[in-house]
């Protein structure tokens, strides 16, 4: 295949060069691989392989000055603003915010050779406020003054920034290009004999147009450009820039242009594919891949770079050569975890406005990290503390506590991540001493990974002590961000056979038959009107600068002339709209559309095809059998019985499989805990009343002494969890007003003069039952919180912190029971009077009701069972007969627990599963 | 003023082709003049992106074929209207296309939210926002946090700790949860609502301890008024109590009653304290017992007739006086202490907002109407780089009154140029985005014709066009709803809302002709809530399956008004075979790969979590259908715990190392995960829609598995697909998510209150001075119960409830208007025992509607169906029309890409560790320096850059440079150095046959060339052979070759010169 590189080179080697003194230079580094390649393979005899050089580097070269990478170039800016500032300095992190949008517009302006102090002067100058429609009796806005004087705060700092890089012989891009055109004239008379060939070049900046201008009107250099005639001999934006230097530069006036050529609209097929999101797109280029018979001379060119990694998961396993020019994101890299959780620690930590403590899900989330784990997760230091931060309860876990727990030899390595204290160097340091301990634990690109970051945080450490401008670890972290950004890893793979995984910029110069691109969308390809910039849109017409305009220019003629030689384009876009509005098709289609090249539109769906959720099930095998028979030994509790109405599996995976709820650390203090403590208290309160009678009296006794109760039992059930702030203060609280609402109802009823004797408290009670059909023992259990006599009434009482409604204990058909969780509350109050009717043989002789005392809603008062029907009057009084009938619906449902027929099956009805 | 400047107003109905007007008018403006870059001068906003997208496709369709010859309506329309030829039509239109085309970016065609948002990019700096904030849509995440934090600080701030705890315990008191977060929640959403937010400003400059003052003073006012009630009711009943009387001896012993009622003020449900109109209407009259009573007790009663009216009146009068501040004060105190703490949420939502670079999506409105809408409109234009002259606004009535009021300066000054434009085009029968921020009263009163600031805010005299034909619908549906919204009028009281409704129901029929509307009444009055939406359910399933055979489902939409309603409907139609697609079916949280694979990583994340680990095994249990029985199963791989349950996951075919999973990029190993288990065999669109999430996570966030477990909680509600629309299956849909669609069939079951509203609260902003010390405005619970607190609550209720009941009447209006052919209608057979109908709600409007037809339609009771029209027959094959467009599925190919032939260069760290790899290191290090160095003076710039990139530590820099001196200044190396040569560093030679050779320094002395080469370590002739080959390329080159130096670099240098 002709390519425009082929035609370059031979062209250059006619001239039977030695190219020991030649300079190629080109837009990529990439396409410098490729044009090494076409020496390789034209060259007849022995030559050098000519220089090869991007223009950058030649700028670097002509202007005799080192370009300043951005971050050190934003730290000398900050120091250069802040030199003979006094007072009111403004700290790094507002100032990095616009200071690099004005390194971005200086940079423009330098590379564009415009008159700064002309254009700064204009910024400022008041007469602008005239064209803002400003009455003259109306004064200025302030937020005009403002952004008056911040233009002329640009102005400033601008020349005295200029000036200050100029003595050090450095600066940013721009400012090289503006003393490369001053150098140009003494670089042309020192290298006499010098061949520069410029290749593949689009859009110049003034500086170049100017460097290029005096290089070829010397003699010294040469160009080849990358030209078609559809662009080149219309108004098209793609050929902006080519028509001008060939039109305007006096070199053109006697030199040929070389190349144009007309490939674009000859034989190529072109199809325009739609996706619904970036997978499908994708996935799709994987079944296009697979379907290709040679993958020689084909690029995937991805104009969106983030999708490297689902693209690096998609490719068909017939693609055995492969070369990627994109580098995989540093930052993607799982081992950033790591140190984003450091940096998590202290910055929550002062989130919350805390000091030498830190948020316990912060120091979890470290100490399960993997690489965490994988470095100390054998020693028992690591599984102490660990263990410490899950069962303390602790929302902050203080510096010395976790001292307190690392003891052993591995500490000393790990233990300094608690001590930074919000020391700035400090973190540096024991980042770099991290690293540095654990440096033989990797290999491979891990290792790799983990040199980067060494690189990166010593660069925070020469940057820190060289500037002192990084006061807080929220500006590291910015700084840190900035470096991580632009780090990357890279491939090694074919270089120059096989698939050409590459973005958007590496296809510069280069071409293939087989053209591949995805995210053809508005926003990316071309990325639109994104610029930040303190230079108004009118103002940049004025001066020549460059707009979006332009930018949308540039795009145009890499996405034209990256498909104008290829043979096959596919050209997939995304159709998925997101809140920004992305998912327009890039107007590059539609211009294709219109101007009538033939397109094959194809639209591609993923189908729907969902695997309907099956009910999980186990059938019983005669182990479970056994386990059961064990369970029912022991007894089934009232909460198992309702588990399994409620939802066999569950009850299944609870009692047989014995899966517990997750421990976690209790951030606050959990509903569970609530209700025990409370169970507790009035525990301990009634406890010594057992078989006597309560006064008001005895209650103001209880009144006054709960709050130091309460405190106990939270110590013992709450570990060491702080009463004292945010919701469990809040929780406590609660729990002292719901102990006293509940005395103060006891009391009030004492007052009414009724007779409360106690009878029991926490009563564990077990009765065996026979059940027809299964010959083992069955037991029941259960522990009533309460029972006591009122007024000659008996009542079952059990205490919920949780709300129960007067419904759920209204029930005259016990078989609903078994439906489903509703009547859990008086399936579970029903069996403690069945028990303590056992207990105390009872025949029922008095009268008997139990029941359910919610703290939640303790207007209610004790909430009975009621087993009236419909409308009728309540009916609380639970009877023999009653109690009978439930138990059948228990033995049934215990029946069905042994049937072998019955399989544990999934209740998909049930909220809680 | 400018005379050709044009103001114009359309009103547009349902299927009035409001986008073709819209596109048209476009055209018109962009084609009318001969300058090609008009386009650039014009703003259209829609709604939705979707909108936007839409008109700019039409836009440019027309042009494209305009430009190519053709015609269609709309050139005939342009040529007519602009009178152009077509010749002179398709030039223009050729050139615009093309200016548009290469101009893109200047086709302003976009929403309201896009326009404000680059508004506010334009002016960060001056805002002193952050200038690359991020733009967060969901506030209400970001406030959860806030409230969160909040909550933690209780203990710290004394005012703050009392002000919460005592909230929490007044809950406890009325038997609510004590759980405050979620009152908290909810009011702090009024940070995010503009109307709101406008009030919330008003009570600025309160403080915590002013809101407690005004609460303990509200208390004490209160418990004063009741009190004294309670004394005028004891007084009462001392009167009574003092008389030989039966309380019954009083009519119906009301009077003694009522006292009784008054001495427990403070337990009387609010506005039930005079309840009893008889005694009211008898105290009137004066009297006290009833004509049957006997004269004693008559006379008894009559002795202290006159202190008790005395008494009777005294509280009457103290009623009127203090029972409006009671009620209120009431009101206020109920939502007084969330309000208060607002500002402290509002504090801490602005620190997570610094913290993270955020800007919340809704605030912007407010920042522009703040800071930046006052400026000059010259001023804005210049900055944000545009300007324009002719504003086109869709959806003019879901606008919001800060994007309006935004938007005027800016058209002011468009219309005041030569040939400004303003084209507003609406509906407000289809303003149901009122929650959102939607002012239709706005659009209300920009197409009412008199003059009036809030009708007309610019100098430019205004047209109202009303497009008045229907374009969508089938005359029956025209028809039909014509007259039932017609009617409907009359169910208003505010004058503009009923004229809207007179004026907007006149739509002329279009040329399709019939239609079928058919009207369904379910009698469920014994049924139970969730029996009655069961019922109505059926009733769309018997509807579904009366289509014909023919019909296919995909024309099929059910309308309803909540998620949550679609959830009954779907289940009974699944359960009877009909496929739906609903936002629940879409709902990617529900496929179960997508949750076992949301399982295995909670169980990776945390090896404790047992229950998701079974999780997973059940689904492996059948997705690998497993032989063995369940329990066994369970049990085993339950037992084994981490490394050795992945490792036991071969014995059933699954290859996965939790090892190496956690090495790779968060995504990657998502993706290997679902490879290891088998989910891509087949294509499924939600396992896709999963991975575009977990993609999309690892671009935006910091990816592990932690973070994205709680990425994933907080937005897997909303994750759903989007729905292939060729599907044989019935569409289950909101309304609102219905709006500016159209569907064959429409089926809409509903019966809704018209004036219900869920949790209503309102502004009450004109409380009284004295006893609200100074607190200007209040929110307050909006029922009629406001009445009670006098005229101006009276009105307030009034107004909102009638915004209320328009709401639901538009939302009734845009469900009936979305039909092509058929729309049927399910409601409530709800009517009294008189047999009246409560047009309260939809179902009696409907049976309202029918009382007034005569003829077949005409309502009688007991008749349950209505039906105007026939059925429309539908051709047999009209299906497969759809099936041919070009659509394939894709087979999800997944590899790992080892597989390729690649791996991560991993060179720089290569001899990066142990002490004899930093020597080898050490010494590549010193050789890659010295090819950078052409010169001798070169050496410390080129140290100093590697220090400052971080690859040379700076401590180690001194002794590099040392090391480097060592070469730079040997005796017999230093001219080597020295400037002045033609110095050649790695450069390659190519041989003959194309091979690479790169020698480390040549240096040229005109024709003469010395080669030198670096290598460490000892003295190796074998190394001489390569500087040999070195020499032979460049002699055959022409060169003569002078010096062949091996320059070995190590403690001490050596030379092996030859
Ligand atoms: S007649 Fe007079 S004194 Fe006798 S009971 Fe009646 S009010 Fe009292």
Request: glycine letters at 4%.
């Amino acid at each position: 295949m002709k390519t425009f590189l082929s035609e370059t080179v031979k062209e250059l080697v006619l001239s039977k060069e030695k190219f020991r003194d030649t300079l190629c230079v080109l837009p990529s580094e990439r396409a410098g691989v490729f044009l090494a390649q076409e020496f390789k393979k034209q060259s007849n005899g022995t030559i050098f392989l000519p220089e090869i050089i991007s223009i950058e580097g030649f700028v670097e070269r002509v202007s005799e000055f080192r370009k300043e990478d951005s971050v050190n170039l934003l730290f000398e800016f900050y120091k250069v603003c802040t030199s003979n500032h006094q007072g009111t300095e403004e700290t790094f992190d507002t100032f990095s915010q616009w200071a690099s949008v004005a390194l971005q517009d200086f940079n423009e302006v330098d590379r564009h050779l415009i008159n700064a102090i002309d254009l700064f002067t204009y910024l400022r100058d008041i007469k602008r406020i005239e064209k803002w429609n400003v009455s003259d009796d109306n004064k200025p806005s302030e937020m005009m003054e403002n952004h008056l004087s911040f233009m002329e705060k640009l102005h400033v700092n601008y020349q005295k920034f200029y000036a200050y890089l100029v003595s050090q012989k450095k600066g940013y891009q721009g400012l090289l290009y503006r003393e490369a055109t001053k150098k140009i004239e003494s670089y042309i008379q020192k290298n006499d004999g010098l061949k520069i060939v410029f290749i593949g070049f689009n859009a110049l900046n003034k500086a170049e147009e100017y460097i290029f201008q005096e290089l070829l009107t010397s003699g010294l250099a040469t160009a080849y450009w990358d030209a078609d005639t559809y662009y080149m001999n219309s108004s098209k934006s793609a050929g902006t820039f080519l028509r001008k230097y060939k039109e305007n530069w006096t070199y053109y006036e006697k030199n040929q242009f070389k190349f144009i050529e007309t490939h674009l609209q000859k034989d190529k097929k072109i199809y325009e594919i739609a996706a619904t999101k970036n997978v499908a797109q994708i996935k799709t280029i994987g079944s296009i891949l697979e379907k290709q018979e040679i993958l020689e001379n084909t690029a995937l060119v991805l104009a969106e770079e983030s999708l490297l990694s689902l693209t690096l998961n998609s490719l068909p396993k017939k693609v055995d050569n492969l070369n990627i020019t994109m580098g995989y994101a540093l930052a993607d890299m799982p081992m950033v975890g790591l140190f984003q959780l450091i940096f998590d620690l202290y910055l929550n930590q002062e989130k919350f406005g805390k000091k030498e403590v830190f948020y316990h899900k912060d120091l979890e989330r470290i100490l399960s990290h993997p690489f965490f784990y994988r470095l100390f997760g054998e020693s028992t230091d690591f599984q102490q503390l660990k263990k410490f931060v899950i069962q303390n309860n602790q929302v902050f876990i203080s510096v010395a506590q976790i001292k307190k727990n690392l003891t052993g030899e591995q500490a000393e390595k790990f233990i300094q991540i608690f001590e930074i204290a919000q020391e700035v160097p400090k973190f540096i340091n024991v980042c770099i001493q991290l690293i540095e301990a654990n440096k033989e634990n990797f290999n491979g690109f891990e290792k790799e990974c983990l040199y980067r970051f060494y690189n990166l945080f010593l660069q925070l450490e020469n940057l820190n002590s060289e500037y002192q401008f990084i006061k807080t670890i929220k500006t590291l972290k910015g700084v840190y961000q900035q470096l991580i950004a632009t780090e990357k890893l890279s491939f090694q793979g074919e270089p120059l056979t096989g698939l050409q995984l590459m973005g958007m910029l590496e296809t510069r110069a280069l071409d293939f038959e087989t053209v591949i691109v995805a995210s053809v969308n508005e926003g990316v390809l071309p990325a639109g009107k994104s610029e930040n910039s303190f230079i108004p849109f009118d103002v940049k017409i004025e001066y020549g600068l460059p707009t979006y305009r332009e930018k949308d220019a540039i795009f145009s003629y890499h996405f034209f002339r990256l498909i104008q030689r290829a043979k096959n384009v596919y050209l997939l876009y995304n159709t998925d709209t997101d809140d920004y509005g992305a998912g327009e098709k890039s107007r590059f289609l539609t211009q294709l559309e219109v101007e009538g090249f033939p397109i094959q539109k194809t639209k591609i769906s993923i189908p729907v095809t969902s695997s309907e959720k099956q009910k999980q099930v186990v059938h019983k095998t005669p182990e479970m059998i056994a386990a059961l028979k064990a369970i029912a030994e022991s007894g089934f509790s009232p909460s198992a019985l309702s588990s399994y109405v409620s939802n066999p599996m569950a009850y299944y995976k609870r009692y047989l499989l014995k899966i517990k709820e997750l421990e976690e650390v209790e951030e606050t203090i959990a509903f569970n805990t609530l209700g025990t403590v409370i169970h507790e208290v009035l525990e301990e309160f009634y406890k010594p009343f057992v078989g006597k009678y309560v006064t008001a009296e005895h209650i103001n006794v209880m009144q006054k002494n709960s709050v130091s109760a309460l405190q106990r039992s939270f110590q013992k059930n709450y570990q060491n969890g702080n009463l004292e702030k945010g919701k469990n203060k809040l929780i406590f609280e609660v729990a002292k007003a719901y102990v006293s609402n509940f005395l103060a109802s006891e009391r009030e009823l004492l007052m009414e003069g009724k007779q409360l004797k106690i009878i029991g408290t926490e009563t564990k009670i077990k009765a065996t039952i026979q059940i027809d059909g299964l010959d083992f023992p069955i037991c029941l259990r259960g522990e009533v919180d309460r029972i006591d006599e009122l007024d000659g009434t008996t009542r079952i009482v059990d205490y919920k912190s949780g709300k129960v409604t007067a419904s759920e204990l209204k029930i005259s058909d016990f078989s609903k029971i078994r439906e489903g969780r509703k009547y859990n509350k008086a399936l579970q109050v029903m069996l403690y009077a069945f028990l303590y009717s056992q207990k105390n043989k009872t025949i029922f002789d008095g009268e008997l009701e139990s029941g359910i005392f919610s703290f939640k809603n303790s207007n209610e008062g004790f909430l009975k069972m009621n087993f009236s029907e419909g409308r009728a009057k309540a009916d609380n009084r639970v009877t023999a007969q009653r109690v009978a009938e439930y138990m059948e619906v228990v033995k049934e449902t215990i029946r069905e627990i042994f049937d072998t027929q019955i399989p544990f099956e999934e209740n998909v009805d049930d909220p809680y599963t | 003023m400018n005379q050709n400047s044009s103001f114009r107003v359309y009103n547009a109905s349902a299927g009035s082709g409001k986008t073709f007007s819209l596109v048209k008018e476009y055209l018109k403006k962009v084609l009318e003049t001969t300058s090609r870059f008009q386009f650039q001068k014009i703003l259209a906003i829609t709604f939705t992106n979707k909108a936007a997208a839409e008109m700019k496709d039409r836009v440019l369709q027309n042009l494209k074929l305009f430009s190519e010859g053709f015609d269609n309506d709309m050139s005939v329309l342009l040529q007519e209207e602009l009178s152009l030829d077509k010749k002179t039509l398709q030039e223009r239109s050729k050139t615009i296309l093309e200016a548009i085309l290469q101009n893109y970016a200047a086709f302003n065609i976009t929403t309201i939210d896009s326009f404000t948002h680059k508004i506010i990019r334009n002016f960060a700096y001056d805002l002193g926002l952050p200038l690359n904030f991020e733009v967060e849509m969901d506030g209400t995440r970001l406030l959860s946090e806030a409230v969160d934090i909040l909550i933690s600080k209780i203990g710290e701030n004394k005012e703050l700790t009392q002000i919460l705890i005592d909230y929490a315990i007044g809950k406890i008191e009325d038997d609510k949860s004590w759980d405050i977060a979620y009152d908290l929640n909810t009011s702090a959403k009024l940070l995010l609502n503009e109307e709101d937010f406008l009030q919330l400003q008003r009570l600025d400059g309160k403080s915590l301890k002013d809101f407690r003052t005004l609460e303990r003073k509200l208390k004490k006012k209160q418990r004063e008024i009741a009190s004294h009630f309670s004394h005028l009711g004891e007084k009462g009943s001392q009167i009574i109590d003092g008389l030989d009387v039966d309380d019954k001896d009083f009519v119906y012993g009301d009077l003694p009653k009522f006292f009784n009622k008054l001495k427990t003020f403070s337990k009387v449900e609010i506005g039930k304290l005079y309840s009893n109109q008889r005694l009211v209407k008898n105290m009137e009259a004066g009297v006290l017992y009833s004509a049957s009573k006997s004269d004693q007790i008559k006379q008894c009663i009559d002795a202290v007739s006159e202190p008790l009216q005395t008494l009777y009146s005294e509280i009457e009068y103290y009623y009127n006086k203090e029972y409006p501040r009671y009620v209120l004060s009431q009101f206020v105190l109920k939502n007084l202490i969330p309000l208060a703490v607002l500002k402290n949420i509002q504090e801490e939502l602005q620190t997570i907002k610094n913290q993270n670079n955020i800007c919340l999506n809704s605030e912007f409105n407010q920042l522009i109407s703040e800071k930046i809408k006052d400026e000059p409109a010259p001023f804005i234009y210049e900055r944000i780089g545009e300007k324009f002259q002719n504003y086109f606004i869709d959806e003019m009535q879901d606008t919001s009154g800060l994007q309006w009021q935004n938007l005027i300066p800016l058209i002011k000054n468009a219309l005041s140029q030569e040939k400004g434009s303003l084209l507003l085009v609406g509906d407000a029968k289809q303003a149901i985005y009122r929650w959102r921020g939607g002012k239709s009263e706005q659009f209300i009163a920009l197409y009412q014709q008199e003059k009036r600031e809030h009708n007309n805010p610019f100098l430019v005299e205004k047209n109202i066009e009303n497009l008045d034909t229907n374009y969508r619908s089938y005359s029956e549906i025209v028809q039909f709803n014509n007259l039932f919204f017609t009617h409907a009028c009359q169910f208003f009281e505010n004058p503009e809302y009923k004229e809207l409704y007179q004026i907007g129901n006149h739509q002329k029929e279009n040329s399709r002709k019939g239609g079928y509307v058919q009207l369904n009444f379910i009698p469920k009055k014994e049924l139970d809530a969730d029996e009655k939406k069961r019922a109505f359910a059926e009733h769309v399933l018997a509807s579904v399956k009366g289509l014909p055979e023919a019909r296919p489902k995909s024309d099929v939409c059910v309308l309803v008004r909540s998620k949550k309603e679609g959830v009954v409907i779907s289940d009974v139609l699944t359960q009877n075979g009909i496929s739906i697609i609903s936002s629940e079916t879409l709902l990617v949280q529900n496929d179960p790969k997508v949750q076992f694979v949301i399982q295995l990583l909670s169980y990776i994340q945390n090896p404790l979590d047992t229950n998701a680990k079974f999780l997973t095994l059940s689904f492996l249990y059948q997705h690998l259908k497993i032989l063995d029985d369940e329990h066994r199963f369970y049990q085993t791989f339950l037992e084994k715990k981490g490394e050795a349950f992945y490792r036991h996951l071969s014995s059933i075919g699954v290859h996965f190392n939790c090892q190496s999973f956690l090495k790779m990029p968060f995504y990657e190993s998502v993706e290997e995960l679902m490879r290891s288990f088998g989910l891509f065999e087949e294509s499924n669109a939600f396992v896709t829609c999963f991975l575009d999430f977990v993609l999309e996570f690892q671009r935006n966030k910091v990816a592990n598995i932690a973070a994205f477990l709680d990425y994933w909680e907080t937005k897997k509600e909303n994750l759903s697909i989007t729905a292939v629309e060729n599907d044989n299956a019935v569409r289950i849909m909101t309304i609102h998510k219905s709006k500016g669609l159209e569907f064959p069939i429409v089926i809409f079951p509903c019966d809704v209150q018209v004036s219900k509203e869920q949790n209503p609260t309102i502004w009450y902003d004109a409380l009284e001075e004295d006893l609200f010390d100074r607190f200007e405005t209040s929110l307050v619970t909006c029922s009629e119960k406001l009445s009670l607190t006098g005229d101006l609550g009276a009105a307030m209720y009034k107004k909102r409830n009638q915004e209320v009941v328009l709401d639901n009447i538009n939302l009734l209006y845009v469900a009936l208007t979305r039909a092509v052919e058929e729309l049927y209608v399910i409601t409530d057979y709800k009517i009294d025992a008189k047999g009246n109908e409560n047009t309260a709600w939809f179902s009696g409007m409907f049976i309202s509607y029918l009382r007034t037809l005569s003829g077949e339609n005409s309502w009688s009771e007991g008749r349950l169906e209505y039906v105007f029209g026939e059925k429309i027959v539908v051709a047999k094959d009209q299906k497969t029309e759809l099936a041919t467009s070009l659509e394939k599925s894709v087979g999800i190919i997944s590899s790992s890409w080892e597989n390729h032939g690649i791996s991560i260069v991993s060179n720089s760290s290569k001899n990066w560790g142990t002490k004899k790899e930093e020597a080898i290191e050490y010494g590549l290090l010193v050789h890659e320096m010295l090819s950078k160095i052409q010169y001798k003076e070169e050496a410390t710039a080129v140290v100093q850059q590697y220090i400052l990139q971080g690859l040379v530590k700076k401590e180690a820099g001194e002794s590099i440079l040392h090391q480097l001196e060592k070469v730079l200044s040997h005796p017999e190396l230093k001219p080597y150095f020295q400037k002045g040569k033609k110095i050649v560093c790695e450069r390659a030679l190519l041989n003959e046959e194309g091979q690479k050779l790169i020698p480390d320094r040549l240096v040229f002395e005109g024709n003469q060339v010395a080669i030198l080469d670096y290598k460490t370590g000892k003295i190796e002739k074998s190394y001489r052979a390569q500087v040999t080959m070195y020499a032979d390329l460049l002699e055959k080159m022409g060169y003569e070759v002078k010096k062949k130096l091996l320059i070995y670099l190590g403690e001490k240098i050596e030379i092996d010169r030859f």
